[in-house]
C-alpha cells in the first residue's frame, strides 16, 4: 500500500466514527432528556405546590416532678425569700444610717452656727462629709 491510501484510509475511518458518535449523541440527548423533560412536565402539571412530609408529633406532657426535684425547688424558692429579705433589710438599713447622718449633719451645722467654736466646726465638716459620701 502506498502512503496515500493509508492517509486516505485514516481520515475515512475517523470521519465514519466522528458520524457514529454523533448519532449516538443526538439519540442520547434527544431522547433520554426528552423522556426527563416528559417526566418534568407530568410532575408540574400533576401537583403545583410542592408536596412535604408530614410528621407527626406526640403530644407533650411535662415529666411528673419527683420528690427529690420537689425538694429542691422548694430549697431555691426559701434561698431565694431569704436573699430578697436581706436585700430588703440592707437597703432599710442604708437608709436609716443616710437619715441619721443627715440628722447628725443637721446638728452639728447648728452647733457650729450658735456657739462658732472650731471644735463644733470639725464635727460639722465629718459629719457632713459622711453624708455626702454615704448619698453617692
Known sequence: MSWFKVFSAVVVANIVSWIIISII?????????????????ER???SSKPEFPTISVPSFSPPVPTAEEIRAQQAREKRLAAQRRRA??????????IASSKEMCDFWTSEYRKDGNPKSQAYKEMACLRYRNLLN
Open 25 to 41: 449523541g443526538w439519540f442520547i440527548f434527544f431522547v433520554v432528556l426528552d423522556s426527563f423533560n416528559d417526566a418534568l412536565t
Open 88 to 97: 430588703r433589710n440592707e437597703a432599710e438599713q442604708k437608709r436609716s444610717v
Open 44 to 46: 408540574l402539571s400533576k
